[in-house]
């Protein structure tokens, strides 16, 4: 197996490590900093990598307009009928917080890193010292703020959602013609929620083929069953939306995951990335005790020197510790060497 791989912060992240778990905080503060440092505490509790941020402000993101193309008019979304302007206001993390944010996850021990969605956004984080960078799935055909982002020389994270081949291609191009080849790829269906169906992951192993990087899940369906079949094809950074409790609400509480959930998700991807191994048949080490469990053949009763073996004589039971089954009808027939006592092991030294 290769060995692809990134350092993001003191983690190194890639095919021959264990899946890493990164908890998106996004809106499910709430508004409230007492709430964003319990979301930490819960991340760290649940064993996350990392805590993930979105660093923009309503008039970063868009403009405070009431016509027709600055509202969400789909029906089946969760926020139809809302403004731009007025989600992006309730779902920001403001940027006074950033710096007790970081402070909070450096304290307890996990990584803290940001989506920025502008130029400004960038030099701010730079001036926390983010170790490491998301570009989100709706800014992956922005080149310019990818390039500045790839000027940083740190480690980018790009969600591929609603990209093309091409699409991506110019973004990772983009990246690595500023000299900057620590790139991870994160399948990711930008519907919220997304389907199973809609999820597709058997792209991840085409990804990281296609362009040679680290790759993982940005997985914005219901539960953790996704996120954990991805390890098995190559998913090596898995992120989900998370939250205190679904029912305080929130712009994207609906999907995201509870502490109990994410504690399920951060050791189930891990078991999953654990029983992958090595391609192997055979016994493992562990399994040559259960060898007792296999049939062979064994004397059934008492056999006298010289008495044919027969199939009541002879009998393919438990333990396999005889002549495999697969003898039986060359023993059958044949004559006995030596008295056997019932429960004697039946070898080629005991029939003539």
């Not at 926020?79 to 944010?101: F, N, V």
């Not at 989100?136 to 500045?148: C, G, M, Q």
């Not at 953790?224 to 992120?239: F, K, M, N, T, Y």
Request: aromatic share 8%; glycine share 6%; hydrophobic share 35%.
């Amino acid at each position: 197996m290769s060995d692809r791989s990134v350092r993001l912060g003191d983690v190194l992240v890639g095919d021959q490590h264990p899946p890493y778990v990164i908890a998106e905080m996004s809106g499910n503060h709430n508004q409230s900093i007492e709430r964003a440092f319990d979301i930490i505490d819960a991340a760290v509790e649940a064993g996350c990598h990392a805590v993930k941020l979105q660093t923009y402000t309503a008039d970063t993101m868009t403009l405070d307009c009431d016509s027709e193309e600055f509202l969400i008019t789909d029906k089946n979304s969760l926020w139809s009928g809302r403004r731009l302007y007025e989600l992006y206001q309730e779902a920001h993390t403001p940027w006074e917080w950033h710096k007790q944010i970081f402070n909070r996850c450096k304290e307890k021990g996990i990584a803290c890193f940001s989506t920025p969605f502008d130029h400004t956004s960038v030099d701010f984080l730079e001036e926390l010292n983010v170790p490491f960078y998301k570009i989100a799935s709706f800014e992956n055909t922005d080149l310019p703020l990818i390039r500045k982002v790839a000027a940083t020389g740190k480690p980018i994270i790009i969600s591929n959602g609603m990209a093309t081949v091409s699409e991506i291609a110019e973004a990772v191009e983009t990246i690595r013609g500023c000299g900057n080849d620590q790139i991870v790829i994160l399948k990711c269906t930008s519907t919220y929620p997304a389907t199973p169906t809609d999820s597709n992951i058997v792209t991840i192993p085409h990804l990281r083929e296609l362009f040679d990087v680290v790759v993982g899940l940005s997985d914005h369906t219901l539960g953790i069953g996704v996120p954990v079949a991805s390890v098995a094809l190559g998913a090596r950074i898995i992120e989900k939306h998370f939250t205190l409790a679904r029912s305080d609400g929130g712009p994207d509480a609906a999907f995201s995951l509870e502490p109990p959930e994410m504690r399920a998700l951060v050791e189930e991807s891990e078991r999953a990335w654990q029983a992958l191994g090595t391609i192997h048949y055979g016994l493992t080490e562990k399994e040559k005790k259960s060898t007792c469990f296999r049939r062979s053949l064994f004397a059934a009763v008492d056999i006298s020197e010289g008495e044919e073996l027969t199939p009541q004589n002879v009998r393919i039971i438990r333990p396999g510790t005889g002549l495999p089954p697969k003898y039986s009808e060359v023993v059958w027939g044949r004559r006995a060497s030596q008295d056997l006592k019932k429960g004697t092991p039946i070898s080629f030294e005991l029939v003539r």
